[in-house]
């Protein structure tokens, strides 16, 4: 379940939506592809250990006239540790524009993953934590490139299924 | 702006609330009873400084029938001081709960303000940070008391208004 607030115009966005989340072989079409492209923009290179899939299929109340109408997609992401607590993620799409992206992440002391991403219009802040074993709740904040006005605001709550 | 999600009905609530926060003076009505009240139960004391008031109307979308119907409340926040980053709130209303309520407080590393509060049948855990200067996030979450299960899940986007 996840909440967008578009606080300019106070208008709220309910989306129902389904995420699967896969850990995928390093030899996985697309993922020397994004890490060659992240190789070849920076000078200090960290190597990863895992990279996963994500999927997504959304339904949106902000397309009433046709609830079939289902927004789907899938992104490769690559984790690149630097510490304990903190790296890299590149990810083959954006969550906020559709584009390679490269967020820089954090742990904060409580546990929570603090995600941080520069696109070209916008800066997106995500958290994601834990709440039980198996919800998780994550708020992602859009500002302007700037970065003074907050554009938007989601909230998700997931519940994890657990495959039988 | 805030969200409500109720895991297991896939339920949204939305809600349109202005809050109001203010200083209030130790002297005010109300402010030495509810620390009383904690002083009666609690071996290790603690002393405050600044009190305040905070009042709220709130207008949701689970009352359609009768739009006008706005529920509102007022209550007194006493903030007890244990160290830099960590504390008690005492109030004399919950968010829960109708009852005094008394709530532990925690600074994260980021900045993130966490409360926990115990009631009776439920127990609440509330994050509080700010966004930009003028935009603040909560979220909360609304745990049976055996605290296995999450009852719900809340998020509020808040924007400051400024007095000219």
Chains 1, 2 share one sequence.
Request: with cysteine; net charge negative.
């Amino acid at each position: 379940m996840r909440s967008g607030h578009s606080l300019a115009f106070q208008q709220f966005e309910e989306v129902l939506s389904e995420i699967t989340i896969k850990k995928i072989d390093k030899n996985e079409k697309g993922v020397n592809e994004l890490y060659q492209n992240y190789k070849k923009n920076e000078a200090e290179v960290h190597t990863f250990i895992q990279p996963f899939k994500m999927s997504w299929s959304a339904e949106s109340d902000w397309e009433p006239d046709d609830p079939s109408e289902v927004s789907s997609g899938t992104c490769i992401i690559i984790p690149l540790k630097k510490d304990d607590e903190s790296g890299l993620l590149i990810r083959s799409l954006g969550y906020a524009e559709a584009q390679i992206a490269q967020s820089s992440y954090q742990f904060s002391n409580d546990g929570t993953l603090v995600l941080k991403t520069h696109y070209e219009q916008s800066i997106a802040e995500e958290r994601i934590w834990f709440v039980s074993e198996n919800v998780r709740c994550r708020s992602s904040i859009l500002k302007t490139s700037e970065g003074s006005g907050i554009l938007q605001t989601s909230f998700a709550s997931e519940v994890k299924r657990i495959s039988l």
